[in-house]
């Protein structure tokens, strides 16, 4: 079925501490269709950033299989994964991750570096995707010389700018005040709008509530997964 | 990673970090500094040795015979020296010997020189060169005159006190005044100047225009020539080829005229531009094999501690790195990136090198009387090996960055 964008099954991801095993994933199964918007939540140490990480292509699962688009991706060698991410996945960090050196706009231009576009176009689709987020006028400063809100708000650029299939985004305003919350909220809801898969992780009940679907994780598994009805962006 | 952008994101590296760059630079900077700057040096030697020196001092296909040899670059022993001092001078039969029984067409001069003082036009000069020539002399020097001309074969004969002065002495013995017709005064005799020669310039430093010019067999021979005895003299063949036939035929004629059995080395010398070179050839035949390794060295150090440079810029941009493979760069971007930025930063390192080298060889040139001229070639070599020394230093650090998991190196602070 081509409408489904993520389908995992019997996920498991562990890690070695030392002689220690920890479960971090204890076997997930899930599927995303497009145009969903997802919100993952869960207590702390449940386990949502392996789960985001894996779905990211950021990491590899210990076993289970991951189909993106109707690929596996599950057992991918590296460099497969690195055309992965730039090509499918959108990412946005909760700590923003953009380059310190780099303006907005070479922020946003380079998941299409390494995609290979020409200059030129870069900088058009660059120019594009910072409009989009509201950041039209601010495409030659420095992170430092934004604000958080708007430091996040050139990430989801960032994250656009390739067209991915999927917009996943990590406690996206875990480092943001409330006000500059909604902000941010107010972009992702105005993306999803506009035909754009989204998967959000937070442990906050009015950020979940702009998801149409709750996924609940807590220990490695998922607790509940329950339809809603979507807030009405203000 | 497009190769622009990973070059330019060197140079905004170095550029932030002026004085971490500038310690990292700093041994190909030397390195290479000094690859220029010997080569430049040694080139100039090289081209004023052969153009200037050897044809000015000695003269275009000309020997001269003499007691021992007068240009000694290499290392004489005390007893190469001391057999020198025992030979016999050379003497005006052994040059009229020469002139009458030399097969190969030639031109001669016998030579006495010394140095004295002379005054003329109210003013005095001491330590002047004064010589004693044959008429040939002109030729063989290839001189030009500024002013008047030559003693003729008839006033040379005649042993007349006549006197062609060199461009220094025309000037300061008689400034802003026409010189020709003037008398110098030598050892209390009256000399008449008969021309002056156009400027020869500097050799090391030292000036080829300070001296008076007289007929070997004027009065000034008495100053010149000690006891009868000549300094050199010169033979001059119209070709290459024919030098080398006459320098064969003058040793044994030389050889037959001082009575030597076989087994007897020469005791005499005959010069010639090349011999007088051989020194010189030795000194930078040492220079040019010591090169390398004086290079080598500094270029390995400065590549050490461009290696040592990248890997703390690697451990210090990890959480970076997490970021490039996050958005899709592949390793070999990420080994891209930091190997063109280590080339970058030891080309640079290489391309000032090249400034100072050139600085430093001209500053030499202009304090010194060593010439200098740069060799193309050697910037080359600069800018390749400041390009290779980075290329190699880099590969280490570039591929440890290279294999980083992105999301170890995204939690990176
Ligand atoms: N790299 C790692 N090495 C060892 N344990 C890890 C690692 N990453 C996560 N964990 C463990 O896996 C569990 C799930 O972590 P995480 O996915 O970060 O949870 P959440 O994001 O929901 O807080 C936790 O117990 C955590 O300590
Ligand atoms: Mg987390």
Same mark, same amino acid.
């Given at each position: 079925m081509t409408d489904v964008v993520i389908q995992i099954v019997n996920l498991t991801r562990e890690y070695l501490m030392g002689a220690e095993r920890v479960q971090a994933l204890r076997g997930v199964s899930l599927e995303i269709r497009r145009n969903e918007y997802v919100a993952i939540m869960g207590p702390s140490g449940s386990g949502k950033s392996t789960m985001m990480n894996l779905l990211g292509c950021l990491d590899t699962p210990s076993t289970g299989e991951y189909w993106l688009n109707g690929q596996e991706v599950s057992r991918m060698p590296d460099d497969a994964l690195a055309r992965v991410r730039n090509k499918e996945i959108g990412f946005v960090f909760q700590t923003f991750n953009l380059l310190p050196r780099a303006s907005a706009l070479q922020n946003v231009e380079l998941p299409l570096v390494y995609a290979g576009t020409s200059a030129r176009e870069r900088r058009d689709r660059s120019r594009h995707a910072l409009e989009r987020v509201g950041l039209g006028n601010r495409m030659d400063h420095r992170p430092n010389e934004l604000s958080g809100g708007q430091r996040q708000r050139v990430a989801i650029a960032r994250a656009l700018v390739n067209e991915p299939s999927i917009l996943l985004a990590d406690e996206p305003t875990g480092n943001l005040d409330s006000a500059t919350s909604a902000d941010v909220m107010r972009v992702f809801d105005l993306l999803h709008r506009q035909g754009q898969t989204i998967v959000v992780v937070t442990h906050e009940a009015d950020i979940a509530a702009h998801a149409e679907r709750v996924v609940t994780l807590r220990d490695g598994r998922i607790a509940s997964d329950a339809r809603q009805e979507k807030v009405q962006a203000a | 990673m497009p190769f622009v952008e990973a070059v330019r994101m060197a140079l905004t590296t170095l550029w932030t970090q002026k004085l971490k760059s500038f310690f990292s630079l700093l041994g190909v900077l030397i390195g290479v500094t000094f690859l220029i700057a010997v080569v430049s040096i040694v080139q100039?030697?090289?081209?004023?040795?052969?153009? /200037?020196?050897?044809?000015?001092?000695?003269? &275009?296909?000309t020997f001269q015979v003499r007691r021992m040899p007068n240009f000694n670059m290499g290392n004489i022993t005390d007893e190469m020296w001391r057999e020198w001092l025992r030979r016999p001078r050379i003497n005006y039969g052994d040059a009229s010997f020469i002139q009458a029984k030399l097969e190969t067409p030639a031109i001669f001069s016998r030579s006495c020189d010394d140095r004295t003082q002379i005054v003329a036009n109210g003013k005095s000069a001491k330590d002047i060169r004064i010589e004693v020539v044959d008429p040939g002399y002109f030729t063989i020097k290839n001189y030009d005159f500024s002013a008047g001309r030559p003693f003729t074969a008839q006033e040379a004969r005649a042993g007349l006190p006549v006197a062609v002065i060199g461009n220094d002495v025309a000037e300061k013995m008689f400034p802003g005044i026409d010189p020709i017709g003037k008398s110098i005064a030598i050892g209390g005799l009256p000399y008449r100047v008969l021309g002056v020669t156009t400027k020869q310039g500097t050799l090391f430093g030292m000036s080829l225009d300070a001296f008076i010019l007289a007929p070997f067999d004027s009065p000034l021979k008495r100053i010149a020539c000690r006891l009868g005895y000549m300094d050199e003299f010169h033979v001059q063949t119209p070709s290459v080829n %024919?030098?080398? %036939?006459?320098?064969?035929?003058? /040793?044994? &004629?030389?050889?037959?005229?001082? %009575? &030597?059995?076989?087994?007897?080395?020469?005791?005499?010398?005959? %010069?010639?531009?090349?011999?007088?070179?051989?020194?010189?050839?030795?000194?930078?035949?040492?220079?040019?094999?010591a090169l390398p390794g004086l290079v080598a060295i500094s270029l390995v150090v400065g590549g050490i501690v461009i290696m040592n440079i990248m890997l703390m810029a690697v451990s210090e941009r990890t959480r970076e790195i997490g970021i490039r493979k996050a958005l899709g760069a592949k390793r070999r971007d990420i080994l891209a990136q930091f190997v063109i930025e280590s080339a970058t930063i030891s080309t640079v390192g290489a391309a000032i090198g090249i400034v100072l080298g050139i600085g430093l060889a001209f500053v030499v040139k202009a304090t010194t009387p060593l010439p200098a001229a740069v060799a193309p070639w050697s910037i080359g070599v600069g800018v390749f090996l400041g390009i290779f020394v980075g290329m190699v230093a880099g590969v280490y650090p570039a591929s440890r960055a290279s294999k980083l998991d992105p999301i170890t190196a995204l939690r990176a602070e």
């Open positions: - | 100039g030697m090289n081209v004023y040795m052969e153009n /200037e020196f050897a044809n000015r001092l000695v003269g &275009l296909n %024919q030098m080398n %036939q006459a320098v064969g035929e003058t /040793e044994g &004629l030389m050889r037959i005229r001082r %009575q &030597l059995r076989p087994a007897q080395d020469n005791n005499f010398a005959i %010069q010639t531009a090349e011999g007088a070179l051989s020194g010189w050839k030795k000194i930078s035949g040492v220079l040019f094999a």
